[in-house]
Nanobody, 120 residues
Framework: QVQLVESGGGLVQPGGSLRLSCTVSGSIFSINDMGWYRRAPGKEKELVALLNTHGTTDYADSVKDRFTISRGDAKNTVYLQMNILKPEDTAVYYC??????????????WGQGTQVTVAS
């Protein structure tokens, strides 16, 4: 079983910053892709930032130039640095990882979600 645990969410004022962290654990052979998604109230889940197997990144247009996804030196971690936060960034943020387990089966696992609220 592959598990993802997120941390770093909370309440922040507009213009502030937060850093989300995600740690992946379990019987893992390799992690290929890692990403962050979010679901705002009344909306469907959307991609926020993706770091693919080639090391390239993709961002939602709404967060470009404000958010940065990065992978830790320990390859089982991924971060989302969020700057100049706006009220419309308020959402539950989910970490995602795709890879291969020790039994050489593929996995696509999600974290439990962490709440980010941007308000004065």
């Amino acid at each position: 079983q592959v598990q993802l645990v997120e941390s770093g969410g909370g309440l922040v004022q507009p213009g502030g910053s937060l850093r989300l962290s995600c740690t992946v654990s379990g019987s893992i052979f390799s992690i290929n892709d890692m990403g962050w998604y979010r679901r705002a109230p009344g909306k469907e889940k959307e991609l926020v930032a993706l770091l693919n197997t080639h090391g390239t990144t993709d961002y939602a247009d709404s967060v470009k130039d404000r958010f940065t996804i990065s992978r830790g030196d320990a390859k089982n971690t991924v971060y989302l640095q969020m700057n100049i936060l706006k009220p419309e960034d308020t959402a539950v943020y989910y970490c995602n990882a795709v890879g291969t387990s020790d039994s050489f089966t593929s996995f696509n696992s999600w974290g439990q979600g962490t709440q980010v609220t941007v308000a004065s």
